[in-house]
């Protein structure tokens, strides 16, 4: 049986950077409270998707949602690449390396999914990436390990992540409320943030 592995997206994005961290740590307010809005275009966004593929059998955007999709036996995004499948959107333009950033997003994951990456922050002192969140059978986990959220299938959830690089540490919000936290993976020069729509056999 083939499995599908699919996460759609709606992109309403607040990647930010904020000065006023401490005070955000001190009360329960909104996660975004503090930070600076960063306004994003199209220009922001760049897609990979299956080599093979026709754009719109891996991603649609209508009416204000980002849907990205892939499938196990799809090819990768690059003839010479030995990834995984992924259809993916990073966010370029926009890339970082100290200070305190956040990335907020609304996203919808279908019933059926599982191994799949929904977000990353992308670069790392070993390793391509520094944080990623992951759907298994319907739980969110940072990589394949610790547990950040369960029932995540079919309904809309808000994601906020947020990156303190001169701390180093990553706090994931669901629905507004701190879920998981962690140390990052120091970095090399350059973080960015991604979301994808990424196969996983992990």
């Known amino acids: 049986m083939k499995i599908i592995k699919m996460s759609y997206f709606y992109m309403f994005f607040f990647p930010a950077l904020g000065d006023l961290l401490n005070s955000f740590n001190q ?13 994003l275009t199209q220009l922001n966004f760049k897609l990979q998707k299956p080599y093979d593929t026709p754009l719109e059998q891996s991603y649609i955007y209508e009416n204000g949602v980002h849907k990205l999709w892939v499938y196990a036996d799809d090819k990768p995004h690059d003839t010479n690449s030995h990834t995984q499948p992924r259809t993916e959107i990073r966010i370029q333009c926009l890339d970082y390396s100290s200070g305190v950033w956040q990335f907020e997003g609304y996203g919808f994951v279908p019933n059926g999914t599982s191994g799949a990456t929904i977000a990353q922050i992308h670069g790392a002192a070993h390793g391509a990436t520094t944080f990623i969140l992951r759907i298994y059978d319907g739980d969110m986990r940072y990589y394949s ?5 369960t029932s995540m299938y079919d309904k809309w959830f808000r994601l906020n992540v947020i990156h303190d690089v001169d701390g180093g540490t990553v706090t994931v919000y669901i629905d507004g409320v701190q879920k998981y936290s962690t140390k990052d993976k120091r970095a090399r020069k ?13």
Do not use: E, K, N
């Open 190 to 202: 350059w973080h960015v943030f991604q979301m994808w729509s990424l196969c996983s056999t992990s």
């Open 27 to 39: 009360c329960h307010v909104d996660p975004i409270d503090g930070f600076c809005l960063v306004p």
């Open 145 to 149: 390990r610790d547990l950040v959220a």
